[in-house]
């Protein structure tokens, strides 16, 4: 155990403790549940630049950092669609949900192949991740119909297309293995 693998599993521990202060019937609870999705965010970043600055990447991390992000991300967008009940926030939530699970199927997949490689984290999916980190943090802290959470919805929906563009690129990397020319 090391302090990257630390990192990472406290975005675990922090999915409950998110739903139930989101869930909490006060006034602060939707700024502070913004608040440890932030720092969850934060984590993510930490732990991934640790472990390359500190030498310390462990298969074990390598494992579980994409899990943990997934859960994050996951839990975080079903609270808020259950939350807001609405189209406008179900059709890209949904978007980003279905692609992660798409995308760690095939990533899954190939390491079996042999072919991890060819599916590696894009400098799209780093863009993506960003607009959705901000996107739902932003839904998160502000209610709907003030601007702040109109600029989330926007940041969303970037968010979903970056993801269908990177599941794209993706998929067009993994193309040859998936379907091999008899």
Excluded: C
């Amino acid at each position: 155990m090391n302090l990257p693998n630390i990192l990472t599993l406290s975005r675990i521990i922090m999915i409950p403790v998110f739903v139930v202060i989101f869930y909490l019937p006060v006034e602060w609870s939707y700024l502070v549940s913004a608040g440890i999705f932030a720092l969850a965010g934060v984590t993510d970043w930490l732990d991934g630049y640790l472990a390359r600055k500190l030498d310390q990447s462990t298969p074990f991390g390598a494992f579980l950092d994409p899990v943990a992000d997934k859960l994050m991300v996951a839990v975080a967008l079903a609270v808020l669609i259950e939350e807001h009940a609405a189209l406008l926030l179900t059709i890209p939530a949904t978007v980003i949900i279905g692609r992660e699970i798409v995308i760690s199927a095939l990533r899954e997949w190939m390491a079996e192949m042999g072919s991890r490689a060819s599916v590696a984290v894009s400098y799209i999916g780093k863009i993506k991740t960003t607009a959705q980190m901000a996107a739902i943090v932003g839904l998160l802290a502000f209610p709907p119909g003030v601007l702040g959470s109109n600029v989330a919805i926007a940041l969303l929906y970037i968010a979903a297309g970056l993801t269908l563009w990177s599941m794209g690129l993706y998929l067009k990397a993994a193309w040859a293995d998936l379907f091999p020319a008899k």
